[in-house]
């Protein structure tokens, strides 16, 4: 008697990857052999201390389990249920989370399929396998230069600025960019997940020669251990990454000229707004793109400080994704996950229109580059081509809009689930 799962709509290996948000799966008997009647099962996680474990749930919405029980039919009809991981318990190595199916009648396991419980981390606490995981991906997709990285550094340029920064659209326009990122390194290393630089702590061990680079004084340069594939690192011809740090990487927080980054629970309080009772509106977080992120940005000298280049070091995207990871945990305290609402996305505009404020911007606005569109006020260029697509989601589609990005857990509308997740940023449903 053999039994087997399959989720994400997609029964191959490379489709086993999960974050917070409960996905579609199905059980089914594979071969009812040695069995009479229909077969009570127990889906459950192998038992380990360390790893990926998984939460199931019957439907949706619905508790999240440790374990449940199925009943599946001789005949091999499949079973529905929903699969997601358990929170706070992310897979360390790829495929380290293990589902057990139970036959309940003798507690023999009559199958198991392992998966990765992937998600976003905080940079500063990955293994060294995780990071050298990473940087070799990092590394392959700027082929010293000579790969597809570059579309990336040319997209955040002084053409692109208008699409993507001052304005509503700056916080989705950024999740597009670092997710279109994302899968680029996934097709090259599946189980790599972009880590987040926590710039409101020191992060004494992303700032070393085998992870983002030290900094030589006297000539700015960013100097790599002899291990560390960030050494070919090359964009626009040259070799190398500038970037010198305003303050000490080691035991400091961000700080820039005018003084630190504000703190994540500052960060937090930027969205309340001053009506009675104050509540917290998207158009007042929005203003943290000043500080903590440009802060962040120019608590360095070099490339990472002013837009057009700040793209060109690999160190961005960590920081990025500490941006985005602000918003999502802004998002979760908040419930701000509804594009309609004006409190979690404004302005709001209409298909084509040019809405309340410069296209791009508007929640029903596609985003430039992955839209394509090169006529004015667009760049006259448009690099990299749509976005990268998944095998674990079909949101947000090729040509996202900024309101595709909003509700990126799938929490209103499971299909505008975009397939990440941050480690301490919980899935739950609304109230
Ligand atoms: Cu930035």
Do not use: C
């Amino acid at each position: 008697m053999r039994a087997e799962i399959t989720f994400n709509g997609n029964g191959t290996a490379a489709a086993r990857y999960v974050g917070w948000a409960p996905v579609p799966a199905e059980a089914r008997l594979s071969d009812p052999t040695g069995a009479a009647a229909p077969v009570t099962v127990r889906l459950q996680n192998q038992s380990t201390t360390q790893g990926g474990q998984v939460a199931f749930y019957s439907a949706i919405p619905d508790a999240a389990r440790d374990d449940l029980e199925l009943t599946l039919p001789l005949s091999g009809t499949p079973v529905q249920f929903f699969l997601a991981g358990r929170f706070q318990r992310p897979s360390i190595v790829d495929r380290d989370a293990n589902v057990q199916i139970v036959n309940t009648a003798d507690d023999q396991a009559i199958g198991t399929t392992s998966l990765m419980v992937r998600v976003r981390k905080n940079a500063n606490s990955l293994t060294a396998a995780e990071r050298n995981r990473l940087l070799a991906a990092f590394a392959t997709l700027n082929n010293a230069g000579m790969g597809r990285f570059a579309d990336f550094r040319n997209v955040h340029s002084s053409a692109g600025d208008p699409e993507a920064h001052q304005n509503a659209g700056f916080p989705p326009w950024h999740r597009a960019f670092l997710l279109d990122l994302e899968r680029e390194l996934q097709q090259i290393d599946p189980s790599v997940a972009l880590p987040y630089w926590r710039f409101d702590e020191p992060a004494p061990n992303l700032f070393t020669r085998d992870f983002m680079g030290v900094t030589d004084p006297s000539t700015g340069r960013v100097l790599f251990s002899a291990t560390n594939p960030l050494q070919f690192w090359s964009t626009d011809g040259v070799i190398g990454i500038v970037r010198r740090p305003r303050f000490n990487t080691q035991t400091q927080l961000a700080t820039a000229l005018q003084g630190p980054v504000i703190t994540e629970p500052e960060t937090f309080l930027l969205g309340l707004g001053t009506t009675s009772p104050p509540i917290h509106r998207y158009s007042r977080f929005r203003r943290y793109e000043g500080n903590p992120h440009g802060t962040a940005h120019v608590s360095f000298t070099g490339s990472i400080s002013q837009i057009p280049t700040a793209a060109k070091d690999p160190l961005f995207f960590l920081l990025h994704a500490n941006v985005d990871r602000l918003w999502a945990k802004w998002q979760w305290l908040n419930a701000r996950f509804d594009v309609d609402d004006a409190s979690s996305f404004e302005p709001l505009g209409a298909a084509g229109s040019p809405g309340t404020t410069r296209v791009g911007h508007n929640s029903n606005d596609t985003m430039w580059p992955w839209n394509q569109v090169t006529t004015a006020p667009r760049p006259s260029t448009a690099p990299g081509g749509t976005m990268a697509p998944s095998l674990l989601t079909a949101a947000p589609g090729l040509r996202p809009t900024v309101g595709s990005m909003i509700d990126y857990q799938g929490i209103r509308t499971a299909a505008s689930r975009l397939g990440f997740d941050y480690d301490d940023v919980p899935f739950e449903f609304p109230n």
